[in-house]
């Protein structure tokens, strides 16, 4: 039987299995934790380099995820897709992000990557060219965005065929970075470092950004 | 449909800060996989890991050297670091580190796999971001074919520690 008595520390007899009208009646209450909302989706057509979500539900949720979807560039290589966010509307651009990441190559090698003093946040740090086989695919979780006591944290791990300058060997990154300023941030700005020249995010990238359900 | 129950929400404010947090009676037959998020901060001191110990059905806190864990510490600004160990009496850095309050946070996402079986070890992977300093990706086991009920967080330093931690349980649809 589900536990339907005060939430949470059900502790016992939970099985997980939910009618659909305890599942409602839960909903209303306010207590059905652990889901995820669909805060917002948004799709490349290939002619923008920057992608923003300006309305993040940052006031609802102190755990958002975002992730990146067979995302591309249309750029020649070395192109990266970054993270930046904004802090009451305003873009944070300055080298205040710091970050850590671990490489692993499919064949053996390994690298590390990190920064006190970064103008981005990197789920992956190796680039990718407009070869339709290279892509790049995320989970990122963001914590405490919307608290203006306390700085934003982001944790991340990525799967990848970099560029074909890299012999577009299968690589995966994981690691984690912060913006150490106490603020609201209330956007998220995905953006191509355009390495190589001007270019866009490629047709079809698709990114969701989900509030994550206590 | 979201396949996460929550099953305990714990708060210890900073008034209340200590030094071992210990959650009771959530792993159960009922699950198989946990998933455990914490933002912890501690009150002051020098910067503390915080480790993991299982608790067993009888209400014991698990201290025997039966742990094993590996941790790779990806520090923003300096070498990465290995940290491991086998035959612990208990699993370093699973919950990662902290340093001070806040705004500094630790934010830890930990999956466990088979506490509750008398039949199997018990199984945890994690994924931290520990403040302005690192973050760090690791595994451990105990190594006890024990039902395990519950578990603790550990501060390494002995300091005082507070924060969030949820406990969900993954259902799994058959």
């Known amino acids: 039987m589900p536990y339907l008595g005060t939430q949470p520390n059900d502790v016992k007899k939970n099985t997980g299995l939910y009618t659909p009208s305890e599942i409602l009646q839960l909903e209303k209450d306010g207590h059905w934790g652990g889901s995820l909302e669909l805060i917002a989706e948004q799709t490349a057509d290939g002619t923008t380099a920057t992608i923003d979500f300006l309305d993040i539900k940052e006031n609802v949720y102190d755990v958002h995820l975002l992730t990146y979807n067979n995302v591309g560039t249309t750029g020649t290589d070395y192109d990266l897709i970054l993270i930046r966010l904004y802090e009451s509307g305003v873009l944070e651009s300055g080298s205040v992000y710091q970050w850590a990441n671990q490489r692993i190559r499919a064949n053996g090698g390994t690298n590390e990557y990190k920064s006190t003093v970064s103008s981005s946040l990197p789920p992956v740090n190796n680039g990718i060219s407009n070869q339709s086989i290279e892509a790049i695919n995320s989970y990122i979780y963001l914590y405490n965005l919307g608290n203006s006591a306390k700085y934003s944290f982001l944790t991340w791990q990525t799967a990848q065929i970099p560029s074909y300058s890299e012999s577009q060997i299968f690589s995966t990154n994981f690691g984690g970075g912060t913006l150490p300023q106490a603020s609201v941030v209330d956007g998220i700005r995905l953006y191509n470092t355009q390495a190589t020249g001007a270019s866009s995010i490629s047709n079809g990238s698709n990114f969701k950004l989900y509030g994550v359900k206590q | ?174």
């Open chain 2, 1 to 174: 449909m979201s396949n996460l129950r929550l099953i305990n929400e714990t708060t210890v404010a900073s008034g209340s800060a200590v030094s071992f947090i210990q959650i009771d009676d959530v792993f159960s037959s009922d699950f198989d996989i946990y998933k455990i998020t914490t933002d912890l901060n501690q009150v002051s001191g020098s910067a503390s890991t915080v480790s993991l110990r299982l608790v067993n059905a009888s209400g014991s806190v698990v201290t025997a050297s039966n742990y094993d864990y590996a941790n790779l510490r990806m520090f923003f600004g300096s070498a990465f670091s290995e940290l491991k160990g086998t035959n612990s009496s208990r699993a370093l850095e699973v919950f990662g580190a902290t340093y001070g309050a806040e705004p500094e946070q630790n934010n830890v996402v930990t999956y466990i796999f088979n506490p509750y079986s008398s039949s199997s070890y018990t199984f945890t992977i994690s994924q931290v971001v520990t403040e302005t300093n690192r973050s760090t990706k690791g595994i451990a086991v105990l190594k006890q074919t024990a039902s395990m009920t519950g578990f603790g967080l550990y501060s390494e330093g002995s300091t005082s520690q507070y924060g969030t931690i949820r406990t969900y349980g993954l259902r799994v649809d058959s």
